[in-house]
């Protein structure tokens, strides 16, 4: 007789840090406690869970009872705890030793209060690079879950991908799992007759295991999935439907750690730096991501799915870094305290406050991610100011010339027990960091007006998933990829980066409207122009000087007992170097209220609002505020004079 297939089902359920409370319980009323319950009364059991730190920390002091339940599962075998990254971190973009302690962390949190050991990794964003079997290993993980992805675009054919593997890297050998793309979209979004017929066909093939990982917030979480899973009755026939697979031993549900013990291994694989589908696709820069979507759209389902469909491939996680250079800002600043740290004796609070800068969240973007939410990465910046209040204490005022951001140039970085303040030379002397280590905020929490593979029409594509869209025909319900994608207009969009002290040259004729836009272009722009610099310290502070052939720009940073530090700029520049009727700009964009003095100017005033996609479907978000101000180009000179509101 054919044995049954075993099916390793796991959810994986996660809020970050910085989220809101509400947010937090809704799901815990919408979504946790209702499925655990329901998955449990049911009897679908043994089922994986992995809790992020994040959440699994909120539920601990909001809902401890819940957690004691978890726990009960867990020590009698129906729920087996996978542990990851205790703060979500994308593991691959941390160094070596924080990578280590993030997943130790875990796993003890884990032992500590539910009781169980977790050999298992839930692999955040399963953003896999090939260095990691080492630390994984070394920090006691066994086996890790990645997508089936992974291993089509190494060249695996589908019908060898349900089987578990083992690679490795420097003789550390890691256990892995590949994730069935086609229940991804199976489960909850297809009736499951669906399911049924095809874990049938995998047993009918000899495959001994079929295994599932995804998020637990498509399970009443994602827009219209809990009325489709409770009210339209999808998870009840669901769990009817496996009992009666289970009944007739067709599919046998499994622990991970069982079935690497009871299924044969497939052997030795070798799996490039690689995402899920979508996020390779969601990395990509403009023009490369719209030309992926433009090929997707013009092949069939069966050739997405197939050998080709494999090679087809989006880019690189880390490339977020590059095509958001906040991003990259946050991720940088977090790597260079998390050193910081390291040579100061690793104080365990600092620590922490290092660890929840990490969470991934805040730091990417696609229909999930939360680079556009102002308050995620608030909450990034406000656990490094306390980090690096913590590491400067009885410190004095200092500056340094440091390529923070690792974009070959050089940044000056000015630091005391009560400020942190980037200045970049190659940004035409543009302050990029404002980041005060007492009121714990980054008063320059902005974002730029980036352009999206969404902001503009496709031919007839509907949504940006084409291969995998249509779910809500033929009695499914729609996945979050086929959420409508197209905007009615095309939003303004930034060509150059945001920060303090953007410095232009524009014509007289320029509105504000022309210059809010963006429609028309300066007749001159030091934003990305390298200046020479030089700076010293003085009494009250420090002068930054830049210089360049027409301009020169002076910035003094005060230094008073209290983090509200008074930044002054002065220019000079040669008036008959420009056309007699044209205005000298500045702009400064902020997240926070600013008092502005700029004597003899000219001011607009905008907000810097974003269109960004989400699960709900546009967000448009108001990331702060921008002040133009203006002097005619014969004055020669300007000075404004910046400090907080308050």
Same mark, same amino acid.
Request: aromatic share 14%; net charge negative; glycine share 6%.
């Given at each position: 007789?054919?044995?049954? =297939?075993?099916?390793?089902?796991? =959810?994986?359920?996660?809020?970050?840090?910085?989220?809101?409370?509400? /947010?937090?319980?809704?799901?815990?009323?919408? /979504?946790?406690?209702?499925?655990?319950? !329901?998955?449990?009364?049911?009897?679908?059991?043994? /089922?994986? =869970?992995? *809790? !992020?730190? +994040?959440?699994?920390?909120?539920?601990?002091?909001?809902? +401890?009872?819940? /957690?004691?339940? *978890?726990?009960e599962h867990a020590a009698a075998g129906r729920l087996e705890i996978l542990c990851a990254g205790h703060d979500e971190p994308i593991l691959a973009v941390l160094s070596r030793p924080d990578r280590f302690e993030q997943v130790l962390r875990s796993r003890e949190r884990i032992r500590a209060r539910l009781g169980v050991d977790a050999p298992g990794l839930w692999l955040t964003e399963r953003v896999w690079e090939p260095t990691l079997p080492g630390e994984l290993a070394s920090a006691g993980v066994r086996f890790v879950l990645v997508d089936d992805r992974h291993f089509r675009v190494t060249g695996f054919r589908d019908e060898q991908l349900h089987a578990h593997y083992v690679t490795e890297a420097g003789g550390h050998r890691l256990n892995v799992f590949p994730i069935d793309e086609k229940l991804r979209y199976l489960i909850p979004f297809r009736p499951p007759a669906e399911l049924a017929e095809y874990f049938r066909e995998l047993r009918d093939a000899g495959h001994e295991i079929a295994v599932l990982g995804d998020d637990g917030e498509k399970f009443g979480g994602w827009p219209g999935t809990r009325k489709w899973l409770y009210d339209d009755g999808w998870l009840a026939s669901f769990l009817g439907t496996m009992r009666e697979l289970r009944d007739h031993d067709e599919v046998r549900l499994s622990r991970f750690d069982d079935a690497l013990t009871s299924t044969r291994s497939g052997g030795l694989a070798y799996l490039p730096s690689a995402s899920y589908r979508e996020m390779e696709g969601w990395s990509l820069p403009f023009e490369p991501a719209r030309a992926l979507l433009r090929l997707e759209q013009a092949w069939d389902g069966a050739r997405i799915e197939g050998v080709e469909g494999g090679l087809l491939r989006g880019g690189h996680w880390r490339h977020f870094l590059v095509k958001y250079p906040e991003s990259n800002r946050m991720h940088k600043f977090a790597m260079a305290l998390s050193a910081f740290c390291r040579e100061r004796g690793n104080r365990t609070d600092i620590r922490r406050a290092i660890g929840r800068a990490q969470c991934n969240d805040a730091y990417w973007h696609g229909v999930f991610g939360g680079f556009y939410l102002p308050f995620l990465r608030g909450a990034v910046w406000s656990n490094l100011a306390f980090a690096e209040a913590m590491l400067r204490q009885g410190e004095s005022l200092a500056v340094e010339s440091r390529d923070i951001d690792a974009d070959s140039h050089d940044e000056i970085w000015l630091h005391s027990p009560q400020v942190s303040i980037l200045a970049a030379p190659a940004r035409g002397g543009m302050i990029d960091l404002w980041l005060d280590l007492v009121r714990r905020e980054n008063f320059l929490n902005i974002v730029a007006r980036h352009r999206e593979a969404y902001h503009e029409a496709l031919g007839t594509i509907p949504g940006e998933s084409a291969p995998h869209s249509g779910h809500e025909r033929d009695g499914g319900a729609p996945s979050i990829h086929d959420l409508e994608t197209q905007l009615t207009e095309i939003p303004p969009i930034d060509s150059e980066p945001r920060g303090l002290f953007a410095d232009r040259v524009i014509t007289l004729a320029t509105s504000r409207e022309d210059f809010v836009n963006g429609s028309t272009a300066p007749i001159r722009s030091w934003a990305g122009q390298r200046m020479d610099t030089d700076w010293h310290v003085v009494d009250d502070g420090v002068e930054i000087t830049f210089r360049c052939h027409d301009l020169t720009k002076t910035v003094r940073i005060g230094d008073p007992p209290s983090a509200s530090a008074v930044i002054t700029c002065e220019w000079h520049w040669n008036a008959d170097d420009h056309p007699a009727n044209a205005w000298f700009t500045t702009e400064l964009s902020f997240s926070t209220s600013l008092e502005i003095e700029a004597p003899g100017s000219q001011r607009w005033d905008y907000a810097i609002e974003t269109v960004a996609k989400s699960e709900k479907g546009f967000d448009r978000t108001v990331q702060g505020s921008a002040v133009v101000l203006r002097w005619p180009i014969a004055s020669g000179t300007a000075r404004v004079a910046v400090s907080a509101a308050g």
């Open positions: 007789m054919t044995p049954p =297939l075993r099916f390793c089902f796991a =959810l994986h359920v996660h809020q970050p840090w910085g989220n809101f409370d509400r /947010v937090f319980e809704e799901h815990l009323h919408d /979504v946790y406690r209702p499925l655990l319950r !329901s998955l449990m009364d049911g009897e679908f059991w043994p /089922v994986a =869970l992995h *809790i !992020s730190g +994040p959440l699994l920390e909120w539920l601990d002091t909001n809902a +401890p009872d819940f /957690v004691d339940e *978890i726990g």
